[in-house]
């Protein structure tokens, strides 16, 4: 092309992304993992009522953390540890600031995702876990209570009947797959380096990982994210999953979008898929083919194990991927839906190798170049 040629272009290029902008977003929006409505509804109300992505997330996500609001995995009262106790992971991120809070293994505390926020808001620090982050939170405000519930003591009465199945230990005595602990350490055999482990948790299934991730995208254009759960029932007491890791849980991205993860948080913290999502995205992959990119990722070397992510970008276009289910439902408010909405993925069934030229180009951006071009075409031949 010629220089005025190429100003043209890029003129009409501008006019037209303006235009795209204006007529086919579908921002602000609020996009959650699994068919968690009551979440995405209060998130939205959080939005149509002016307030903040944060709030969006903060406070949509901890309406699962009541008693049987959502899923037994997320919040008090259920799904304990090897000692029986309920034990709280979560995150929230500023997309703008990329400032996170975070609380991990957080005891006797019921509000974890505004526990995390605590973290973001009064502390220059990312991460607090444990005991430590209980006391954190009674300086915060928050109330120290008991998490156990009659449903959570029945849990690890069965769990304990059934020799403690399932058990996530290995390389221990007495075998972890047939008895109790206490546990010692057996010696192990020189560990060989292969390329499929076969390090999953089997017991990864449909309820056994119900994080709550949610992403919110509010009238001003900010974007957050955040995560909560209770993570894996019957867990090494101690054991944090990948939901208040930034970048494996949640990422977002003020000029990109966010992508948030649930599943077997053991092996998906190893890949930070939501980050990877967020970043196939800046490479201008659609949300559902970025999100599907990262759990391929996964797949190469994990090819059993359980797993999901949601995606959205600024404009408002979402999409998810899986693996290890059928389905994948998460849901939906926006601008542009009269209600929530449920959407269910149906998930990939085994690893894909990509090569660079299979790079799929977002349908945004291949849209923008055609009617670019066309009215280049236009202006230069009428
Ligand atoms: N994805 C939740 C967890 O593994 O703890």
């Known amino acids: 092309m010629s220089a005025p040629s190429i100003q043209k272009y890029f003129l009409a290029k501008l006019v037209v992304v303006f235009i795209y902008v204006y007529i086919g977003n579908t921002i602000p929006i609020v996009v959650n993992t699994w068919p968690f409505t009551e979440a995405t509804i209060k998130g939205w109300n959080v939005i149509a009522n002016n307030g903040s992505a944060l709030d969006a997330v903060e406070q949509g996500g901890s309406v699962c953390e009541e008693f049987g609001k959502c899923a037994t995995s997320v919040g008090y009262g259920a799904d304990p540890d090897e000692i029986g106790e309920t034990t709280l992971d979560a995150m929230i991120m500023d997309g703008t600031s990329h400032d996170v809070g975070a609380v991990g293994d957080l005891r006797r505390v019921k509000s974890a995702l505004s526990v995390a926020r605590a973290v973001l808001e009064y502390t220059t620090h990312t991460f607090l876990v444990g005991e430590s982050a209980t006391n954190f939170a009674a300086e915060m405000g928050f109330s120290v209570v008991d998490l156990h519930s009659n449903f959570s003591t029945q849990q690890f009465k069965s769990w304990r009947k059934a020799n403690c199945q399932p058990n996530y230990r290995q390389n221990v005595a007495p075998d972890p797959t047939k008895s109790c602990g206490p546990y010692q350490p057996v010696k192990r055999r020189a560990r060989r380096q292969v390329e499929r482990s076969s390090r999953v948790s089997p017991w990864v299934d449909e309820n056994n990982h119900d994080t709550i991730g949610l992403i919110a995208i509010d009238k001003d254009g900010n974007i957050a994210g955040g995560t909560t759960t209770n993570g894996m029932n019957h867990k090494v007491p101690g054991r944090v999953g990948d939901s208040p890791v930034a970048g494996a849980g949640a990422y977002v991205d003020k000029d990109i979008g966010g992508a948030a993860g649930t599943g077997d948080g053991d092996v998906m913290m190893r890949f930070l898929p939501a980050y990877q999502t967020v970043s196939y995205m800046e490479q201008g992959l659609t949300p559902a083919d970025a999100a599907e990119r990262s759990i391929n990722r996964i797949l190469k070397y994990y090819p059993t194990f359980s797993g999901a992510v949601v995606a959205v970008n600024l404009k408002g276009d979402h999409g998810g991927a ?61």
């Open 322 to 382: 899986c693996h290890g289910f059928d389905l994948f439902p998460y849901s939906v408010q926006s601008a542009q839906l009269q209600n929530v909405t449920v959407y269910n993925v149906t998930c990939i069934k085994k690893y894909v190798k990509y090569s660079a030229s299979d790079r799929k180009e977002s349908n945004y951006f291949n849209l923008i170049d055609w009617i670019s071009r066309f009215i280049l075409y236009y202006t230069q031949n009428v």
